[in-house]
């Protein structure tokens, strides 16, 4: 169940938060001490809460329905939450998606019923972790505006949040915290004497705190939490030092999620900046996934599909590379599969590239859902068997190796099409230079075909 402290009306936010167990309660992490108060006091997020944004407004206005802030780790959504509770003197209650269940929501909102114009907001952190059932039950009250649902969630909510709840909330996406930001804030928790850490007299140069945050990628919790440790076990002088930094540096681990926002964002990214052509930009996401546990073996299978989809014919060695790289990373393994990895991404990287293969069959494909499906021409079918021969099948088929260039002139289409069409990038330019020499070919045989076939055809005047 909620916490009574949380379920208090914020009649009087500065009195309010002097309450046993509130926020600047010296026995709390410093992280959650040094929580911002006002929507003003919050930092980093100025595309949703700068002058003139959405969210700043409806909230200066108290005129919101339900909001879903989505957002990796330590970026804010719960400090936004509790600064708009607090703004709008709203009932406050927070639910833990992970450790409730259906039978706590419904006592919350059965007790939010019992308290008419309190005007509750229900904060739901990890929202993703709801079931559709549990989710569903939300969506009576919500409509009613019994309560104002902020739903919290470091998942994508396309995926993870039921459409009906979805389309009835604003959501705001948040980013992480730039390095500057986050060393901003470390910087007033050293000096904050009612909240933070200015009374143990620590200090820590600029630059020793933005390596911190740089340390926490974007987390401000989690470089808070590490501010505090290293400042209370420092028994010798109050200054913290790099050296200090040393133990963070070692266990730093990237922020990367084995089937979520992280890995599909990442692994889009190293797709892209390899069509794109960008070598240092495909390593570093190549080296972000390794660090992060990525499956090598799902790297390899993107790296062949590259290879097909965006190298193309202007390298035709690109594929059978790509190839080769995914069996290797099979009987291989890391760490030595790396260097393949990056072997095969650097040459895709750097290749020619050309999409005419994913054009051709995208034309093809549409051609056939738009237009009647051609018949097999008679000359091309199969003539096994009896039957088939008596119904000439085969007939008038020029075996292509008994003229030059094995260019016959015969029609393969009942009606001709262009779904090819080559691109003039690496080796592909010389395939359309003989595509085009192909098709002057192709017209004078199909041309001197027609000829002698007239010239065979019985006198008419006759």
């Not at 997020?45 to 944004?53: F, K, N, R, T, V």
């Not at 974007?218 to 790099?242: C, F, H, M, S």
Request: proline share 6%.
């Amino acid at each position: 169940m909620p916490n009574e402290d949380q379920s208090e009306l914020f009649s009087e936010p500065e009195a309010a938060a002097q309450e046993p167990g509130r926020a600047d309660d010296p026995g709390r992490p410093l992280a959650v001490r040094m929580r911002p108060r006002r929507l003003s006091e919050v930092v980093g997020q100025d595309h949703i809460l700068g002058p003139g944004s959405l969210l700043a407004r409806v909230v200066a206005q108290n005129r919101f329905g339900s909001l879903l802030f989505y957002g990796p780790p330590g970026s804010g959504k719960t400090s936004i939450a509790e600064a708009i509770a607090r703004e709008t003197r709203s009932r406050f209650v927070r639910v833990n998606a992970v450790m409730s269940n259906a039978a706590e929501l419904r006592d919350v909102l059965g007790a939010a019923r019992r308290v008419p114009g309190a005007r509750t907001i229900l904060f739901i952190d990890e929202l993703h972790r709801f079931n559709k059932t549990q989710q569903d039950l939300l969506l009576p009250d919500v409509e009613q505006g019994v309560v104002r649902l902020i739903g919290a969630t470091t998942h994508n909510p396309g995926f993870y949040v039921n459409p009906p709840l979805l389309s009835r909330s604003h959501l705001f996406r948040l980013e992480p915290l730039s390095a500057d930001a986050v060393a901003g804030v470390l910087a007033l928790a050293l000096g904050d004497e009612e909240r933070g850490l200015g009374k143990t007299g620590v200090r820590a140069s600029p630059e020793v705190l933005r390596q911190l945050a740089v340390f926490c990628d974007g987390d401000l919790r989690r470089a808070l939490n590490a501010l505090e440790v290293i400042a209370v076990g420092k028994d010798g002088p109050l200054e913290i030092t790099a050296e200090d930094l040393t133990m963070f540096a070692r266990e730093r681990r990237i922020r990367y999620d084995a089937d979520e926002d992280e890995h599909y964002d990442t692994i889009s990214a190293f797709i892209k900046s390899c069509r794109g052509s960008d070598p240092d930009a495909a390593m570093y996401w190549l080296a972000k996934m390794l660090a992060g546990g990525e499956d090598p073996r799902f790297v390899a299978r993107r790296l062949v599909i590259l290879a097909s989809e965006d190298v193309g014919l202007a390298d035709p060695q690109a594929l059978p590379l790509a190839v080769a790289a995914h069996h290797a990373v099979d009987f291989i393994g890391l760490p030595e599969a790396e260097l393949t990895l990056a072997h095969a991404t650097l040459y895709i990287a750097t290749a020619p590239k050309s999409n005419s293969a994913t054009l051709a069959l995208g034309e093809a494909r549409r051609v056939l859902s738009e237009q009647p499906v051609q018949s097999v021409p008679a000359p091309l079918r199969d003539k096994g068997g009896q039957a088939s021969k008596r119904m000439g099948q085969g007939e008038g088929y020029l075996y292509a190796h008994d003229f030059e260039e094995a260019i016959s002139g015969q029609a393969y289409l009942e009606k001709p099409l262009a779904l090819y069409k080559p691109r003039e990038s690496g080796a592909e330019a010389a395939i359309a230079e003989r595509l085009r020499r192909w098709a002057g070919l192709r017209a004078l045989r199909a041309g001197n075909s027609l000829a002698k076939r007239g010239s065979k055809s019985p006198d008419s005047s006759k």
